[in-house]
């Protein structure tokens, strides 16, 4: 793998020995790769330096070396997107995530009898990570790996529950609203108030919207190093809203040991 340059021959702002070493610039390289994702996964250089504040020589230097080592690549029309060698990562690290929350799905399903789940805002679709069958001869089964649209799902919905409206509208222009089922929410305004009603009651409901006798409860997991939500999922005549009162807070006190779980440098 290409070494670095800018490692070396970084901007004269960096003044001290720590700034100027290689870990100034990982920090830096990884920030842009940051900031290219929430972009959509393609910028030009003109873009990375006003979002980023460095100047254009540094993103140059440092976009060339993630071209060189695959994780960047250089389009037709000289914009940079995202490159494939992302993706080894990004599947890797999805499958410890779910190994890491295994244990506290599990804990939702002997708490609440139903099945859990644990999704992440990958772009803009929901992909489901880990899963814990409920123990119910019928229960709720979704494929580890699945992606679907955040409109049609509790999980989605928590996740872009504190996400401005006008970048919720700009990801359903981008994707549609395409209806899963009659109680899908297809239109821009019916999902905005839908978010503004999670942030009221602290959970979001996925009540037949993505699949018609399925009712679903989801949280989002709190200062998640990436966007997670956990949620459990089960026959509508089951998951009630009666039984929503005793099961959102097992959620959010599940979701809140994950979150210090995933922040700390050893997981439980």
Known sequence: MPTSSAS?????????????GGVQSLERAFDLL?????????????????ASGLPLPTIHRLMRTLVACGYVRQQPNRRYSLGPRLIRLGESASRLLGTWARPY??????????????????????????????KHSMRMF??????????????????????????????????????ATE???????????????VRKSGYAV???????GVRCLAVSVPNSPTAAAISI?????????????SFVP??????????????????A
């Open 206 to 212: 996925d009540d037949n919207e993505q699949e018609i």
């Open 34 to 50: 940051e900031r290219m994702a929430d972009a959509g996964g393609e910028v030009g250089l003109s873009e990375l330096s006003t």
């Open 250 to 267: 097992i959620l959010q006190g599940v979701a809140a040991e994950l979150s210090v779980a995933l922040s700390s440098q050893s997981p």
């Open 8 to 20: 070396t021959t970084d901007d004269a702002s960096s003044k001290t020995p720590a700034a100027s």
């Open 183 to 197: 109680k899908t929410i297809t239109t821009p305004e019916g999902f905005l108030e839908a978010l503004e009603q």
């Open 233 to 245: 999922s089960g026959p509508a005549g089951r998951v009630t809203e009666a039984v929503a009162e």
């Open 142 to 179: 979704t494929e580890v790996g699945r992606r679907v649209l955040p409109h049609s799902t509790g999980v989605g919905k928590a996740l872009l529950a504190h996400t401005p409206a006008d970048e919720v509208r700009a990801l359903l222009a981008r994707t549609g609203m395409p209806a």
């Open 105 to 134: 799905l599990a804990r939702l399903v002997e708490e609440t009898g139903e099945t859990a789940n644990m999704a992440l805002l990958d772009g803009d679709e929901i992909v489901y990570v880990a899963q814990v069958p409920s």
